[in-house]
């Protein structure tokens, strides 16, 4: 992208990775007008942005994806040149209990999105971009060995993982036969900061601090990557400036491990900063059974963005998990806020 000046839509910005893309957009770059969508379903959260909320080339728009009328209204309002597309219902225990809203948003959402782009666009396709989102598990389940690449079939497992794979060939097919200039990102597991409590890591560090069960599925033998969020900003910014149109880029921390392995790290970082005798949390491990469509091992190669764009994860997974530990340590009331709901109340109170 070369232009100075641009009006970038950014999607699901009140969640958790769009937070971040949102907070490092709009500090770096105070020539860009940031706008910020998201419909503040359960896990869109203002909190977490609201250290920026006051920035004059910040703007936050309340709107859902599925709402194909509204979506063209503010692409025809405000003339966005480009798109990071983050909004995403992404939580696979909610895909196998309600299959239907996640082709609604993560579909027909991303639908509306590039139909809109293009009918503001079509005159003029030079330095526009939409940038699409994704996952790893779109590619399904690895063996033992290998990793995922850029040309790793897709496989998907669970409705979620299904709905993902949709959308982004829809993208590549929009590239094709519209000629939508875009960009596709796969990552791998992200951890951090402001992360809802529903995913694992930030799920078992309260469940610890209460002394609740941490239920592992099946026998924790689950091997994933793992991705501090703030280097996926990072990545996230390279390939919006950098990124080659119709390219596809896998982002990836280079840090494998088993689940099981994993919460005993984070157990025994707990016991430190709890000053609990070691091997208190371990205690509240309990296998569960394993669930649907549960993919074995996801591995990322990233070694195409390493060598195209210079990227690199900044952080081990035992520094990236001890400074989210030490997060969610200092902000117990932002963990109170989310599991009782109050955190809605904040845009009633900001925006209303």
Not at 26 to 54: H, S
Not at 320 to 340: C, D, F, H, M, R
Request: some cysteine.
């Amino acid at each position: 992208m070369n232009s100075s000046k641009r009006n970038i839509l950014i999607t699901g910005g009140a969640g958790f990775i769009g937070s971040h893309v949102i907070r490092l957009f709009v500090n770096k770059y105070p020539d860009y007008q940031i706008f910020n969508l998201d419909a503040l379903t359960y896990a869109g959260n203002l909190e977490n942005i609201k250290d920026i909320e006051d920035a004059s080339n910040y703007h936050f728009l309340k709107a859902d994806i599925t709402d194909a009328d509204k979506i063209k209204t503010l692409f025809q309002k405000y003339k966005f040149d480009s798109v990071i597309h983050l909004a995403a219902e992404s939580h696979v225990d909610r895909s196998i209990s309600n299959p239907k809203i996640f082709v609604e948003t993560n579909v027909t959402g991303t639908l509306n999105l590039m139909e809109a782009a293009l009918e503001i666009w079509k005159e003029n396709l030079e330095d526009k971009l939409f940038y699409h989102i994704s996952t790893d598990e779109v590619y399904g389940t690895l063996g033992e060995t290998g990793l995922f690449t850029e040309t790793t079939s897709y496989a998907p497992n669970s409705p979620y993982s299904a709905s993902k794979a949709a959308s982004d060939h829809f993208v590549r097919a929009y590239g094709e036969t519209y000629n939508l200039p875009y960009v596709i990102s796969n990552c791998s597991n992200n951890y951090g900061p402001n992360q809802f409590p529903e995913k694992l890591i930030p799920l078992f560090i309260n469940n610890i601090i209460e002394n609740k069960s941490l239920p592992v599925y099946g026998d924790g033998k689950y091997t994933r990557d793992w991705l501090y969020v703030l280097d996926h900003a990072r990545a996230i910014d390279l390939v919006f400036h950098k990124g080659k149109n119709k390219s596809t880029y896998n982002i990836g921390g280079f840090n494998e491990w088993q689940n099981i392995d994993l919460i005993r790290l984070l157990c025994s970082i707990m016991d430190k900063k709890l000053n609990r005798n070691e091997g208190a949390s371990e205690a509240l491990i309990t296998f569960i059974k394993d669930r649907p469509g549960h993919d074995k091992r996801y591995a990322i190669d990233a070694s195409k963005i390493n060598k195209e764009l210079g990227w690199d994860p900044s952080v081990t997974f035992e520094e990236g998990l001890l400074k989210t530990v030490e997060w969610y340590l200092k902000n117990p009331k932002w963990i109170a806020a989310v599991i009782s709901g109050s955190y809605k109340e904040y845009y009633k109170k900001q925006y209303l």
